[in-house]
């Protein structure tokens, strides 16, 4: 079974509109970290930010915010008012121990965002 | 500074060859990570080493190497290179071992095997 699902495989919008990517994820951890992480079209990935398991604040960050709710096991990034500059792939990813007995970060498969003018 | 650096940029590779993508970090960070991304796959974990001299096998670690002499370097070794090992590989590190910590990401070397 999938760890991180990200469902929303590419997203179209205009400028100035907001946008909600979606990240649900699978563990049977009680302590685990969540990720965003953004690739522009040039290619690196950029971190956005780490949440852990027992901080359920939401978080903002200029447009950005992030909603933690652990009853759905969802983390879902929310980009407002758009702009061009936003469009990349968008990546969530959970670090768990899991049964291995160390920690590996697990990526959702990204979504796309392509923002137009 | 220059965090972390990844050698080539891009490579295209004949089938059975060997070859080393290289990874330098200065963060004197004591993790570092070696990912593939393949499209609609996203990021999978290859190797990875929690701390200088030791390393640890990921989710697909198949046909890949890796050695960690020291705290800055952390090359990833094809013995012979196949056509399904076409990829982007990204380098990453984090300042402690293991997933909990923020990983910081290189630029990637983007592999072509023929």
């Not at chain 2, 060859?17 to 570092?32: E, I, K, P």
Request: hydrophobic share 30%.
């Amino acid at each position: 079974a999938q760890k991180v699902t990200q469902a929303q495989t590419e997203i179209s919008v205009v400028e100035k509109e907001d946008v909600t990517l979606d990240c649900v994820y699978e563990t049977r951890d009680t302590t685990y970290y969540l990720f965003w992480y953004k690739q522009p079209p040039s290619g690196e990935l950029v971190f956005l930010i780490r949440r852990n398991s027992f901080d359920e604040q939401n978080e903002i960050s200029g447009r950005y915010s992030w909603n933690f709710q652990k009853s759905t096991s969802s983390f879902n990034f929310t980009i407002t008012a758009s702009q061009v500059v936003d469009s990349a792939v968008y990546f969530c990813a959970l670090s768990e121990t899991g049964d291995s007995g160390y920690s590996t970060l697990t990526f959702g498969k990204g979504t796309m965002l392509l923002v137009s003018p | 500074i220059a965090g972390i650096t990844q050698a080539p940029t891009s490579q295209i590779l004949a089938a059975g060859r060997r070859m080393t993508l290289r990874c330098t970090q200065d963060m004197r960070h004591n993790a570092m990570y070696w990912y593939r991304q393949d499209l609609g796959l996203g990021l999978r974990l290859i190797h990875y080493s929690n701390t200088a001299g030791t390393t640890g096998k990921g989710e697909v670690p198949d046909g890949y190497s890796v050695s960690r002499a020291n705290t800055d370097d952390f090359p990833l070794t094809l013995a012979s290179a196949v056509p399904s090992q076409t990829s982007v590989y990204f380098c990453a590190s984090s300042d402690s071992p293991g997933g909990f910590d923020t990983q910081y990401f290189g630029p990637g070397t983007r592999l072509t095997v023929l």
